[in-house]
C-alpha cells in the first residue's frame, strides 16, 4: 500500500530517504542598550540576526517574531538587568500580537549583581501572528538593559 504525506511546509530527504521537515527559526540579539522606563510594558528591540529562515525577523519591525506558517512556536527570550536594587521586580513576558500576554518570568532585582533573565513557553500561532518579548521594571527611575548576545529573542516552529 503506498504511503501519502500532507506536509505543511518545505521537506527535503537525507541519504536514507527519510523526510524530515526544514524548521522555520530565528534568534535575533541587542548589540547596542536598550532603555526601559519605569513601570512601562516596553517590547525588546533587536538589531542583529543570529538566524533567520523565512523572514521571522525584520529590522523594519524590529521588535516582532512574525510565523510565516501556522503551527506550535517554542518562544523563548533573555534579557541582561543591571544591578538594581533588592525591592525591584523585573518581569519578562511573551505577548501575541500585541494584546495577549503568556509565558512570564518575574525577579527580584539585586545591587551586588548584574542578573540574566529568561522566558519559554509553546505558543500557538496562525501565519502572520507575531511575538514579541515585553520587559517591565519597577526602580522608580529608567534602567538600560541589553547590549549583549544575552538579550534576545527566539522562535522556533515544532509542528503543527
Not at 15 to 24: A, E, I, V
Not at 70 to 81: F, I, M, R
Amino acid at each position: 500500500m503506498p504511503v501519502t504525506a500532507n506536509f505543511a511546509g518545505p521537506v527535503q530527504t537525507d541519504q536514507t530517504n527519510r523526510f524530515r521537515m526544514l524548521q522555520s527559526m530565528a534568534r535575533s540579539h541587542q548589540s547596542a542598550g536598550q532603555v526601559i522606563p519605569t513601570g512601562v510594558n516596553t517590547a525588546l528591540k533587536f538589531d542583529k540576526n543570529d538566524v533567520n529562515t523565512d523572514g521571522i525577523w525584520s529590522g523594519a519591525a524590529n521588535t516582532r517574531f512574525t510565523a510565516q506558517i501556522a503551527g506550535k512556536y517554542l518562544c523563548n527570550a533573555g534579557v541582561a538587568w543591571p544591578t538594581t536594587g533588592p525591592s525591584v521586580t523585573q518581569q519578562l513576558t511573551v505577548r501575541v500580537n500585541g494584546a495577549t500576554y503568556l509565558g512570564q518570568s518575574v525577579i527580584a532585582g539585586s545591587t551586588s549583581v548584574a542578573q540574566v533573565q529568561t522566558v519559554a513557553d509553546v505558543v500557538q500561532l496562525s501565519a502572520g501572528d507575531y511575538v514579541e518579548f515585553v520587559v517591565s521594571q519597577n526602580t522608580g527611575g529608567d534602567v538600560t538593559v541589553g547590549g549583549s548576545t544575552q538579550t534576545f529573542g527566539a522562535v522556533l516552529y515544532v509542528g503543527e
